[in-house]
C-alpha cells in the first residue's frame, strides 16, 4: 500500500520533534515536507532543529530542509505541532487550501465544528468536519492533562455515570516545551499554576464526552473542578482524581469497567494504539512517572490507587506520557482512525 505523505507543522519543536520519532517507520504515513519559523527556513533539519528525543533523527530527515509556515505544501496530511500564537490562523488557511489539519494545538478545539478526538471515546465526532466550510478540515486532540482525564472518565461514565469530578494535576515540565521551565524555577519547586490549564480540561472533557448532536456537540453536564501544578519531572503527567458517580459501584467493579475500556483503535489494530488504553497498577505507592510513563509506549493512562473518597465516592492516580499519549501520539492515533473511518482519501 502506498503511504500518505505528510507534512509536520512546527517541526523543529518539542511536539514537532515528536511526530518526527513516532512517524519514524509509519506504515501508513511518510513525512515528506517540515514547516517552521522564518529562522529555521531553507536550513536542513538536522541544522535548524535542537533534537532533544531518546533516538537519532531520522537520516532522510536529518538532510530534509525546513520549509517556511507561508510555503504552499503537496502533503494532504498535516499533522500541526505549532504554538497557539500561530496555530489558529494557519491552521484556518492550510484547511481553507485542501489540507486535512490533524492539530495537537488548542486553538480551534472548542469550535463548536471542530471535534476533540480521542477515538477510543468518540470517533462519532468526526462527523464534525463535514460541517466545516471549504476543503480541507481540521481535527483536533484534546489537551495533554484533559487526555487521561477524559480516557478514564469515560467508561465509568458508561457504566455508572459521572456527576461530579475533582483533579488536582502534577505536570511535568516537557509540557511547556523546551527549554521548558527555568531550572531556578523549577527545581526543588511546585509552580502551582500553567496558563490557561484548568479552563482547558473543565471546557474539553464536558465536550469529549458530550453527544453529538448534528453539526455540533452537547457537552456533558458534569461538574468538574480542575487544579493544575508545574513539578520537577520530565515527561509525565500526574492526576489525582475523585469522583462522584450517579449510580453505586464497588471499586472491584471500577477496576472492571476500566480494565474492559476499548474502542475503535483497539477493534481496527490501528498501527498506533495501545493493546490496553488503561493500565490498572495494584502496587500501593504506582504509578510513578519515572517507572511507568513507557507502559503501552506511553500510549495508555495508568491507574493505580483506587479507593472510596469521603468526600465524593472514589478517588485514584492517573498518569500519561504528555508528550506521546497527551500529543504527539494522540494526533498521530486520531489520523488512523480518520484514515481507518474512510474520512482521508
Known sequence: MKKINVAVLGATGTVGQKFIRL????????VSELVASERSAGK???EAAAWKQETPIPAEIAQMTVKPLSAGLASPLLFSGLDSSIAGEAETDYAAAGHTVISNSSNHRM???VPIIIPEINPDHFELVKHQQGPGAIVTNSNCSTMFLAMVLAPLDRCFGVEAVQVTTMQAISGAGYPGVASMDIVGNVIPYIRDEEEKMEEEVAKILGKLNDDHVDVHPMTLSAQCNRVPVVDGHMEAVSVKL????TAHEIRAALVAFEGLPQ???LPTAPRRPIVLMEE???PQPARDVWVENGMSAVVGRIRPCNVLDFKMMILGHNTVRGAAGAAILNAE???AL????
Open 111 to 113: 469550535d463548536s465544528d
Open 246 to 249: 450517579a449510580e453505586s459501584a
Open 267 to 269: 477493534e481496527r489494530d
Open 342 to 345: 474512510g474520512y482521508l482519501s
Open 284 to 286: 500501593p505507592d504506582r
Open 44 to 46: 536542513s533539519y538536522a
Open 23 to 30: 512517524l519514524e517507520n509509519h506504515p501508513l504515513f511518510s
Open 337 to 339: 482512525a480518520y484514515h
